[in-house]
């Protein structure tokens, strides 16, 4: 009995019509023989309108209570499902995250899975049954329902296909698979046929939006391949696996853009040992994720001190700058707005050489000046001006060769 | 410790407006220093309308997807209704019937209440909560979702008043309690005080809809006075209690009408042992629910036999009793549409002779003619042609000085 997972996000299952064509894919496979665990998120817009709901009720709602109000999104969808599965002549049977165990720590709006009792699953597979599971939530053990957070049916998904040891795992969203870029930006973009968890993982912190990174770091954790893939037709999607059973040799997998950071300049910095340390502990205790982080050389016992941060977190981070500024006694801050990152993704970076050069050289051709750069194992960001990230992304999409 | 039980039906929950008010009801509760046990419906239209999702799905969704799906819209309910008591700062927490231990049968859509495991709710009233309770579910031992049914959150309240061994449980609704007749039909028609049991369950099953009769029957059984009251203001409403603790004497409590039943008269009936058991054992192996039955004194070996029915159900009783009248060789089949039920119930007719007559005298005077007429021990219905329906309610609610 081979056993595979499904997700569905909330587009795939938006409405009526979208979910009988779920139920008719489920149907399709579970014909070939497959066992079929199917993990459902809420329809389109339900869990933004619940969302709103409590917002007419309170600005500040405890979070047990958001999260046994968000649930009901996805236990709508699983029961849906199940209708539409049971309509075409096929036996399903729905389960929210208590009932098929799926046991979180009590982060409520962001909960953990700590462990999954799949019997209940397994015996109504033995029993020839479509399991449908609600996305996004768990139970603690006390019984109070929680959720997962940002991407949490993907999460749910891949913990449930560890859970049950299945052979395989299937993503289905609103797009294709996995680009070598976002092709609104870039026509001539293509789609991967496979990618390793890394670059993935790597794509995702830099601005991939298809998948969150905690299923991902599950899935690698695991083993677990994924195949990404569109709920709008047949074609074969993007493959996540990990690097060994990757056939393609490809330098460079994918190119990304966010321009969703800002960046702050503390001018003037008395270049004594601790004070980048002073900074980035009182901007990181107040939960501000810094990024790339730039020191110039040394001028005359000063420096500057760059940082990126999430777009969002700009009039907090500059607040607090300010006042750390005065406290160590630099000449003043900066704040730059209209930045873009673009980044290179690529496991074959690792084992070849110039990648670098070859980045800041379709930038330079195309005049593009670098404020500052970053790079990690398998990625390397440039900093540039934010009107200029689209021309860029192209520039160092075709340099590398990426396109059909 | 005091403790009440209050349950807020689906208009006193219809947006956040009015969940803000019920918060501010159970908020003044607390404060007087009682414990306080709030079951809620789900909100407006919620219900209906995952109905109606469902519909666009299959016209035969299977019993135990549609309890998955219908139990969200209480789930939503109860926590709004947390987080607007937690605005006005007092602490609060919301529970499905699964985690709050209401167990019930495995019969889907009208689940029998089989047991409540109150221990955590009287944990969380003794640590100072406000208990909020999602109405109308339950949970079988293999952990799978039910619904109670038609009033099925007044059967959450009177339940959970039992395990709790609640010292008062209220029941809001959109009406101010229960009227000695419908106050649309005659103006006069005052609130009554009190009602017992008894009285409230014949007036359930004769058509008034303030309350459904399995939550009244658990009441009786468990002797918990319940108070009907309005969510709209705070007004005293109606206690209905046990016989004893009436204070007032009145001989008739109430008159009631329904026009929702059809009668069927089978004419030239051979007047021989077992015909009436032939036809009605028929009629409700069907799952027909045949009420008043009349047969006529027989003539020349022949009978007439009439009986009402749900008008709902009109097309399959004609059909069976068409059949049936062939096989038993009657002379053929009268249906009439245009019937109406005016009852008078109340404890005291068992004690004050000349109820009946005195119900006929008031028909009569208006000349209003009565076709069928049974009782029960604190009960009278007189079955007339419905055009007259309107003006016999108002005569007997005056003749028996009901009025204000």
Not at 214 to 236: G, Q
Not at 299 to 306: N, V
Not at 354 to 380: D, H, P, R, W
Request: proline share 2%; hydrophobic share 45%; charged share 25%.
């Amino acid at each position: 009995m081979k056993i595979m997972v499904q997700k569905f996000g909330g587009s795939s299952v938006a409405n009526p019509e979208r979910i009988k064509l779920v139920a008719e894919r489920v149907v399709s496979y579970r014909k070939k023989g497959w066992s079929m665990v199917v993990v459902v998120s809420a329809l389109g817009d339900t869990t933004d309108e619940l969302i709103a709901l409590a917002g007419q009720i309170t600005d500040d709602p405890p979070a047990r209570e958001m999260d046994m109000l968000l649930s009901t999104g996805e236990q709508i969808s699983v029961a849906l499902l199940a209708m539409a599965i049971a309509e075409l002549g096929y036996r399903a049977i729905s389960f929210t995250g208590a009932q098929v165990g799926i046991k979180t720590d009590k982060t409520h709006t962001k909960a953990k899975i700590i462990d999954i009792d799949a019997n209940r699953i397994k015996n109504e597979l033995g029993g020839g049954k479509v399991v449908i599971v609600a996305g996004f939530q768990g139970v603690t053990e006390d019984q109070d329902i929680t959720t997962l957070g940002r991407g949490g049916s993907d999460l749910t998904a891949v913990a449930l296909a560890k859970a049950v040891s299945a052979d395989a795992c299937e993503i289905y969203t609103d797009v294709e698979g996995i680009y070598t870029t976002d092709p609104r930006i870039v026509t001539e973009a293509r789609k991967l046929k496979a990618i390793t968890y890394d670059e993935m993982l790597e794509m995702a912190s830099l601005g991939a939006q298809v998948m969150q990174a905690r299923s991902i770091e599950v899935a690698k954790k695991f083993d677990i391949p994924l195949h990404v893939r569109s709920s709008f037709n047949y074609n074969d999607g993007t493959l996540i696996l990990k690097e060994a059973d990757i056939m393609e040799d490809f330098v460079i997998s994918g190119v990304t853009l966010n321009k969703n950071e800002a960046k702050i300049t503390v001018c003037d910095v008395p270049d004594m040992p601790g004070i980048a340390a002073k900074i980035f502990k009182e901007v990181s205790k107040s939960g501000i994720n810094v990024d790339t982080i730039v020191q110039n050389v040394s001028r005359k016992g000063y420096t500057d001190l760059s940082f990126t941060i999430p777009l969002g977190d700009l009039a907090k981070a500059k607040s607090l700058t300010e006042k750390i500024t005065k406290f160590i006694k630099a000449g003043g801050i900066l704040v730059d707005k209209d930045i873009a990152r673009v980044s290179i993704v690529g496991v074959g970076m690792k084992t070849h050489p110039g990648v670098a050069a070859k980045m800041f050289e379709a930038l330079a051709q195309k005049s593009i000046n670098i404020s500052m750069i970053t790079t990690s194992e398998i990625s390397i960001s440039c900093i540039i001006n934010k009107k200029n990230a689209e021309k860029a992304v192209r520039a160092v999409h075709a340099k590398f060769g990426l396109g059909k």
